[in-house]
């Protein structure tokens, strides 16, 4: 090929090249424009929509006749959409009589069977975590047994939706199955799970008692983690009989769980356990009462001063520092131990007690 036919390929190619471009832009011009102009009137059409919508759904509320509902029944998809945000926003502040009407406008429109059929076959799971939440705020008790189906499903974010749901509602019955929902979830469901049991309210303690007893270790460390958030003294005796289990973690939560509560009988339970085998049960405990400043595990701290555990000293030298007078003057004492690790770590608290204001 001479150089005059590669020119005009050259040529060509960058004719077509610079054709398909202007194409591209010209679409994206297009395609801009569409989209501002559908957006305005879609935001036309929600203002004059919303405020009919909200008169009516309001009007319902407010008086419950049944002739001001009739037009909300079979509503066009736009105006559905409209529709289900109003009362999402409507159910956030509504109560008694006002909340079991909104649930109704919700079941009569038909959006409460479009959000269970997208909670049971929704290829999203976004859309099936969005629907178990909505059928939980607005209080769906019919959308029971698809929530608990929601429970198993593949992903976490669904599986704590449909939980926040059904401690919304109350079903404390569920709760066993919750628990073993979550159970191998268990650092995203500890972090996420205590306002969702809370929803369900004391009946659900008793349960969680039961619960910390589970023949399955997931389910009794997530159990335990959830009663020491109740923070109710007599949760103890099932507690306290946990820190000798043969699995550390759960002995390591039950000490958590106990230091959790703040009880002086609880604390007084796991003095015993600043001599565990397990450094992991020493340090926690340790934790746990400069947590609560609690002054007669004094000689025990003392002594963990010396532990051979890093952590050990660490978190006794801490729990000294944060109960006042009596603590600085263990720790001064501490300064004349034999042992070095035990002058070093409290000479170490004793300049974080001087700096602090």
Known sequence: MNLSNWQFTFLTLSILASNILAVIVASLVFILVVTKVTGGLWDKYKRKRRALLISLALEFL?????????????????????????????????SGIEQSRAT??????????????????????????????????????RAKNDLIRALSDKNIEVRLE??????????VDALPLIMESMSH????????????????????????????????????????????????????????????????????????AIGSIGDPKGLSGIIPYLDDAAWQMRAQAAKQFGR????????????CLEDKAWWVRLNAG???SQMGKQGEVALKKALKAKDRFARDMASQWLDELEVAP
Request: hydrophobic share 45%; with cysteine; charged share 25%.
């Open 162 to 171: 449909a939980t926040w749901a059904i401690g919304h509602m109350g079903f």
């Open 318 to 320: 801490e729990a000294l």
């Open 292 to 303: 609560n400043r609690f002054t007669p595990a004094i000689p025990g701290l003392l002594k």
């Open 185 to 256: 979830f268990f650092k995203i469901a500890a972090l996420r799970m205590d306002a969702f049991i809370f929803e369900m309210g004391a009946p659900a303690l008793p349960l969680l008692m039961d619960l910390c007893k589970h023949p399955e270790w997931e389910i009794q460390l997530l159990a335990i983690h959830l009663v020491g958030e109740f923070k109710d003294p007599g949760t103890l005796g099932v507690l306290l009989p946990l820190l000798d289990s043969q699995n550390l973690e759960i002995r390591v939560a039950a000490c958590k």
């Open 104 to 141: 109704e406008l919700y079941e009569f429109s038909g959006i409460t069977d479009k959000e269970i059929r997208t909670l049971r076959r929704s290829w999203f799971w976004w859309l099936r975590a969005a629907s178990a939440h909505n059928l939980g705020q607005l209080r769906v008790k």
């Open 62 to 94: 407010r008086t419950g006749k049944d002739e001001t509902k009739l037009p909300l029944k079979d509503l066009r998809r736009p105006d559905t959409w409209i529709f289900k945000e109003i009362l999402l926003e409507l159910s956030e502040e509504a």
